[in-house]
Each structure stands twice: as structure tokens, then as C-alpha cells.
T-cell receptor, first 115, second 114 residues
Framework: AQTVTQSQPEMSVQEAETVTLSCTYD???????LFWYKQPPSRQMILVIR??????QNATENRFSVNFQKAAKSFSLKISDSQLGDTAMYFC????????????FGTGTRLTIIP | GAVVSQHPSWVICKSGTSVKIECRSL??????MFWYRQFPKQSLMLMAT?????????EQGVEKDKFLINHASLTLSTLTVTSAHPEDSSFYIC??????????FGSGTRLTVV
């Protein structure tokens, strides 16, 4: 079975600072995808960033970047120059195996950006 | 971008009645739709997977007779909570699979059973 673990239930950081959210996963699959989703107070799920396991280069989307450590099965999200609008729940998610389309979500990290 | 319209956004119903939640993919065809339930301050729990034109596949522990899922067309999937009870109160979210490991989520439905 595939599992996704987020060890930080809550985090807070001052506006404009950098914050890193942790995520580890466990799988026996060799080909898989990893995602970070954001759920703001509106509760709309928004894709932040995704990483294909076969790509060695870490994905980056503007202020958001990941540190993908395949051997350690670690997939952390770094938010640079944090903004008030980044306040949200962040979920790490995994999908793996040929033909599998089901996402497995972590338990989430509640991030609060302090003005 | 791809949009999934989910309605209603919130609903209050009396215990014993049924409630239908709709998810429509507006600008793409969704052959597969996932239905999730989310308790306050918790993660998304997958309830079932529906494929257009076939019966839904339910996750272990989910009552298929209580949570009826229909995916009659490539753009519409529905979740009906039958004989709802207060313990069914929750936030329900749909997610359409677009292919190439892309997903579009609906905006969610807050169900309160009184």
C-alpha cells in the first residue's frame, strides 16, 4: 500500500519569509507522480506543483519549488517570499503504478502567513 | 483552464431525506470522476470512483446503497446521499480526471443533515 505522511500539522511564518513543508511517502512503484495541492479557506483544491518521479530536476512554479529526494522518498515544498494569500491547508499527494488514477493524500499541513 | 462545476455549494436537509450533488465538467470530457469526503480539518477521503457508463467502484467501508453514484455522461456525475442522517454531514468534493495525471476539482458541497 502507498502512504503519504505530512509530519507538520500546523506551521506559521511571517509574510515575505520562506517556509518549507515536509512530505514523505512510501511505495514500491518505480514510476509515480507527486503533487502539492493547496486548499484555501474557500476549500477549492488548487494544484500548486507536480513532479514526475523519473525527472531528476526539481519542479518549480514561480515562488513554489520542491526538493525531491527519490532515494529518501521525500518531497518537500518550499514557498519563497510568502504572501498572505498563501494561507491555506497544503496536501501532499501521490499516484503510482501503471493504470492507477487514484490520488493518495497526506493528512495536510495548515499554513498561516502572519502579516 | 478546465473547470468542474459542483452544485449545490451547500445544502441543509432533514434526516431521512435524500440529497443529490452534481458535478459537471464544463469544457472537457471526464471519463473518470472521483468522489471524496472531507471532515473538518482533515484530509480528503476517497469514497468512490465512477467511470462513464459503468458502475462506480466504492472504497472499503463506504456504503454503496447510501452513497449512490451515477456517471451517465462524459460531462456529468452525481452523488446521491440516500436517507441522510446527521452523521452524513460533511464536505463532499468531486474530482475529474483529465488524463496525463491531471485532475480538476469541484468547489465542494457542504452537507448538513438536521
Amino acid at each position: 500500500a502507498q502512504t503519504v505522511t505530512q509530519s507538520q500539522p500546523e506551521m506559521s511564518v511571517q509574510e515575505a519569509e520562506t517556509v518549507t513543508l515536509s512530505c514523505t511517502y512510501d511505495t514500491s512503484e518505480s514510476n509515480y507522480y507527486l503533487f502539492w495541492y493547496k486548499q484555501p479557506p474557500s476549500r477549492q483544491m488548487i494544484l500548486v506543483i507536480r513532479q514526475e518521479a523519473y525527472k531528476q530536476q526539481n519542479a518549480t512554479e514561480n515562488r513554489f519549488s520542491v526538493n525531491f529526494q527519490k532515494a529518501a522518498k521525500s518531497f518537500s515544498l518550499k514557498i519563497s517570499d510568502s504572501q498572505l494569500g498563501d494561507t491555506a491547508m497544503y496536501f501532499c499527494a501521490f499516484i503510482g503504478g501503471f493504470g492507477n488514477e487514484k490520488l493518495t493524500f497526506g493528512t495536510g499541513t495548515r499554513l498561516t502567513i502572519i502579516p | 483552464g478546465a473547470v468542474v462545476s459542483q452544485h449545490p455549494s451547500w445544502v441543509i436537509c432533514k434526516s431521512g431525506t435524500s440529497v443529490k450533488i452534481e458535478c459537471r465538467s464544463l469544457d472537457f470530457q471526464a471519463t473518470t470522476m472521483f468522489w471524496y469526503r472531507q471532515f473538518p480539518k482533515q484530509s480528503l477521503m476517497l469514497m468512490a470512483t465512477s467511470n462513464e457508463g459503468s458502475k462506480a467502484t466504492y472504497e472499503q467501508g463506504v456504503e454503496k446503497d447510501k452513497f449512490l453514484i451515477n456517471h451517465a455522461s462524459l460531462t456529468l456525475s452525481t452523488l446521491t446521499v440516500t436517507s441522510a442522517h446527521p452523521e452524513d454531514s460533511s464536505f463532499y468534493i468531486c474530482s475529474a480526471y483529465q488524463g496525463a495525471y491531471g485532475y480538476t476539482f469541484g468547489s465542494g458541497t457542504r452537507l448538513t443533515v438536521v
